[in-house]
C-alpha cells in the first residue's frame, strides 16, 4: 500500500480528519486536493471561491453554528451527548487556532424574551449559539490549522481524484487526473458541495446508492441594520422559521449578516446571491436569506435542477442577480435604477441589476416569502417597509446523500464519506466534526 489513508477534499472535513489522524499518531496520510494552495487562492476567481486548500470555508462567513440542530445531520448518526462533545471538539480546535473567544446567542432573559416575540408572531426562533471567524480572519485561522499540520500530513494541491478505486466492495486507493493510481487501505471522500457531481458518479460507478435532498429557494433580504439590532447585538444570527399560511411551506431565515454585505456566487455556472460579514469592518445594513423548503409532487426527483432553473430566470433577465425594493414588487412594478437611487436602504451589492422578482419566482415561493416578511415585521417593525431590497435568487442545494454507518462509512468497506459533499453536513462545524468522527474510527481501526 503506497499510503495508509488517502483524503479527497481539503474543506473543512478533510482538513480535521487530516488533523485528527496526525494527532492520534497516524502516518503515511495523503491530502489531496483539485484547488490552489490557500496562499494562491484569489477571491475574484469564482472556482477559488469554493475550491483549494480551506475549500468553500475559506471565504465563508466564519459562523461556526455551536448548537447540534443546525448546520448539518450528524444528529441522525449520533445521539445527543455525543454530538455536543464532538461539536465541542471541533469548536475546540477552531478556537486553538485563532478563532476569536466570544459565543453569541449564549441563554439569557434576553434571548427568552425574543422567542416570546416570535411565538406572538407566528415565528419559531430555534436559539443558535454562534462563534464568528468574520472573512478577514477564516484565512489566518486556516493558515494556522496548516501549520498544525507541517511535516505529519501530505498535501498536493492542483490535484483533481478522478475515480475512486474498488473492488470486491472493499476501497483500494484512488486515480488521479492525470492517469496515476495510489494505493491506500482507507480512503476519506470530502469532496463538499463542489464535488457533489463527481461524489454522486463515483457513488454509483462503485455501485453506492444516494438520494436526492431537498432544495431550497428564496432571496437575500437587505435592510438598515437599525431595524434588526436589539436581534442582532444579542443573538447575532437569528434563526427563525414560519409556516406560510397559503400553501404550508417551511420558510426560514438563514444566514443573517449584521453590518455585513450583500455579495454573489457561482452555482454550477449561474449567478446566485449570498451575504457576509466582516469582524470589524462594518457596512450600514444587515442582510439576511428568506428561504422557502417544499417538497415536490412525484415523480419529480432532481431538486438541484429544479433550483438552478428558478435561479437561472434571474440570470436571463437581469445578466445576474436582480435587487427590487419591497415596495415595487408589492405595487408590481419593477425597480429601475432611479428608484434604487432613490431607497432608503442603501445597497452594498451595487452590480445588481433593478428589476422584477414576480418574473422570476413561482407563485408558491413569492407568496411564501412576502407572508414570511409580514410575519418578521410584527417580530421587527421595519422589515416590511417599502425601502427593504430583495436580492435574487439564493438557492441552497444539498448534495446527494449517500448511506452511511454512524462512524461514517460507507457500504463499501474501509471508504468514508464526509462533510457537505456526502449530503450529510450544511455548516463549517459540522463539516469539521464528520471529519473527526471518521478520522477517530479510522485511528481504532489502523492500531487494531
Ligand atoms: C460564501 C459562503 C459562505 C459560507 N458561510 C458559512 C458560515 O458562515 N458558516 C458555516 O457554518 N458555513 C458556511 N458556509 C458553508 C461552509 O463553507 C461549508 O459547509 C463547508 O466548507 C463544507 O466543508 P467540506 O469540507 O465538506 O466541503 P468544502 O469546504 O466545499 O471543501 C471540499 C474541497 O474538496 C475539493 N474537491 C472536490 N472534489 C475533488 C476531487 N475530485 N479531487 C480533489 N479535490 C476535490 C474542493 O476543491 C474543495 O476544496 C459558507 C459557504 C459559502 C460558499
Redesign the pocket.
Known amino acids: 500500500m503506497d499510503y495508509e489513508v488517502i483524503i479527497?477534499?481539503?474543506?473543512?472535513?478533510?482538513?480535521f480528519s487530516a488533523l485528527t489522524l496526525a494527532d492520534l499518531g497516524i502516518e503515511r496520510v495523503l491530502l489531496?486536493?483539485?484547488?490552489k494552495e490557500l496562499d494562491q487562492r484569489q477571491r475574484r476567481n469564482s472556482k477559488d471561491?469554493?475550491?483549494?486548500?480551506?475549500?468553500?470555508?475559506a471565504?465563508?462567513?466564519?459562523?461556526?453554528?455551536l448548537s447540534s440542530e443546525v448546520?448539518g445531520s450528524l444528529g441522525e448518526f449520533l445521539d445527543q451527548d455525543s454530538l455536543n462533545q464532538l461539536l465541542t471538539a471541533a469548536d475546540e480546535v477552531y478556537v486553538a487556532h485563532g478563532a476569536p473567544g466570544h459565543v453569541f446567542g449564549e441563554a439569557s432573559a434576553e434571548l427568552e424574551e425574543l422567542a416570546d416575540r416570535a411565538r406572538l408572531a407566528d415565528l419559531e426562533l430555534i436559539p443558535a449559539r454562534i462563534r464568528h471567524i468574520g472573512t478577514e480572519n477564516c484565512r489566518s485561522v486556516l493558515g494556522h490549522l496548516q501549520e498544525s499540520m507541517a511535516g505529519r500530513i501530505e498535501t498536493r494541491t492542483g490535484?483533481?481524484?478522478?475515480k475512486l478505486l474498488a473492488e470486491d466492495g472493499q476501497i483500494r486507493g484512488v486515480r488521479l487526473a492525470d492517469g496515476q493510481n495510489i494505493t491506500s487501505r482507507f480512503v476519506v471522500a470530502?469532496?463538499?458541495?463542489?464535488?457533489a457531481s463527481?461524489?454522486k458518479a463515483e457513488a454509483k460507478a462503485i455501485g453506492l446508492k444516494t438520494r436526492p435532498m431537498p432544495v431550497d429557494i428564496g432571496i437575500r433580504v437587505e435592510l438598515p441594520a437599525t431595524v434588526l439590532k436589539e436581534i442582532t447585538n444579542s443573538i447575532y444570527e437569528s434563526k427563525l422559521i414560519y409556516y406560510s399560511k397559503t400553501f404550508d411551506d417551511k420558510v426560514r431565515t438563514f444566514?443573517m449578516n449584521p453590518y455585513g454585505e450583500v455579495?454573489t456566487?457561482k452555482n454550477d455556472g449561474i449567478t446566485t446571491v449570498?451575504g457576509?460579514s466582516y469582524a470589524k469592518k462594518r457596512s450600514e445594513n444587515t442582510n439576511f436569506a428568506i428561504l422557502v423548503s417544499s417538497a415536490f409532487t412525484e415523480p419529480f426527483d432532481d431538486p438541484i435542477a429544479y433550483g438552478l432553473y428558478i435561479a437561472s430566470l434571474a440570470n436571463l433577465l437581469g445578466g445576474g442577480a436582480i435587487v427590487q425594493r419591497l415596495g415595487d414588487l408589492l405595487t408590481g412594478r419593477r425597480s429601475t435604477k432611479a428608484r434604487i437611487d432613490r431607497c432608503l436602504t442603501r445597497p452594498t451589492f451595487s452590480e445588481a441589476t433593478p428589476g422584477d422578482l414576480s418574473f422570476v419566482f413561482p407563485y408558491r415561493h413569492l407568496l411564501s416569502i412576502i407572508e414570511m416578511l409580514q410575519a418578521l415585521e410584527k417580530m421587527a417593525p421595519g422589515v416590511y417597509s417599502r425601502h427593504t431590497l430583495l436580492y435574487g435568487v439564493e438557492v441552497k442545494l444539498y448534495s446527494n446523500r449517500i448511506d452511511l454507518s454512524p462512524e461514517m462509512e460507507t457500504r463499501v468497506s474501509n471508504l468514508f464519506a464526509?462533510?457537505?459533499?456526502a449530503g450529510i453536513?450544511?455548516?463549517?462545524?459540522q463539516?469539521?466534526a464528520s471529519?473527526m468522527l471518521a478520522a477517530r474510527y479510522i485511528a481504532k481501526r489502523l492500531k487494531e
Open positions: 479527497v477534499g481539503a474543506g473543512p472535513a478533510g482538513i489531496l486536493e483539485q484547488g471561491m469554493l475550491c483549494g486548500w480551506g475549500g468553500a470555508g471565504y465563508s462567513d466564519g459562523k461556526l453554528t448546520g490535484c483533481p481524484v478522478q470530502a469532496p463538499g458541495r463542489s464535488g463527481w461524489m444566514c455579495v456566487e449570498n457576509h464526509i462533510g457537505d459533499g453536513t450544511r455548516g463549517l462545524l463539516a469539521s471529519g
